[in-house]
């Protein structure tokens, strides 16, 4: 099972999709996107804090949501095979930022 953090209705809202002609190929870069972000982010696994409820239910943080559809937008704008890393040099350095110390 692929782990989906953000869902198809968010990635269709925030590309301004209204049909469903592509919901299938959107539902896969999600699933590819999260996979993505989850390894970047050296994640074996959902973080707990992002589970709630019972039964548990995923609570992705909305930071993490818009990276994953800003991967999902850079995999649906650049489809070439020739894209290895669907993950731009700049947005590397944003996710690598150290957290500010308060």
Known sequence: MSIRLVSLEEV???????????????????????????NFMKYESIPAEWLSGSPL??????????WVKWIVGEM???REPSIANPIPEWMKRLL????TIA
């Open 96 to 99: 690598d930022r150290p957290p």
């Open 57 to 66: 239910q995923l609570t992705t943080p909305d930071d993490v949501k818009g």
């Open 76 to 78: 649906v704008e650049n």
């Open 12 to 38: 269709k809202a925030d590309r301004g999709i209204t049909n469903s002609d592509f919901d299938e190929v959107l539902d896969q870069k999600i699933a590819e996107a999260s996979r993505i972000y989850m």
